[in-house]
C-alpha cells in the first residue's frame, strides 16, 4: 500500500520546520495532503479486497481450510453477487 512518491513527500513535510509548520496556510494544506492520502489507502483497500474475492485461487483453498465449500471461483459467484451484477458476459 506505500507508494514511493507520497512517502517521500511525507517524510519531507515532515522536514519542515515547526515553524513554517504552525502557519495557518501551511498546516490546511498538509492536513488536506493527509486527508487525501488516508483516503486514497482506504480505497485501494478495499479495491483490492473486493478484487482479492473474486479469484478462486486465492479463496478457494481459504474456503477449504475453513470447511466452506464452493469457493472456487470466487466469493462473489458463490454468493450469486457476480450473477445479480454482471450485465452480460461481453
Do not use: Y
Not at 515547526?18 to 480505497?43: C, E, K, P, Y
Not at 481450510?65 to 450473477?83: F, Q, R, S
Amino acid at each position: 500500500m506505500s507508494d514511493p512518491g507520497i512517502a517521500d513527500l511525507e517524510k519531507g513535510l515532515s522536514r519542515m520546520s515547526h515553524t513554517l509548520r504552525a502557519d495557518n496556510g501551511v498546516r490546511a494544506v498538509t492536513d488536506v495532503f493527509q486527508m487525501q492520502t488516508r483516503i486514497w489507502a482506504g480505497s485501494t483497500a478495499i479495491a483490492s479486497t473486493t478484487d482479492l474475492l473474486d479469484k478462486g485461487e486465492v479463496t478457494g483453498p481459504v474456503g477449504d481450510l475453513a470447511g466452506v465449500p464452493g469457493l472456487d471461483d470466487g466469493v462473489w459467484e458463490a454468493t450469486g453477487i457476480k450473477a445479480a451484477t454482471t450485465m452480460s458476459n461481453g
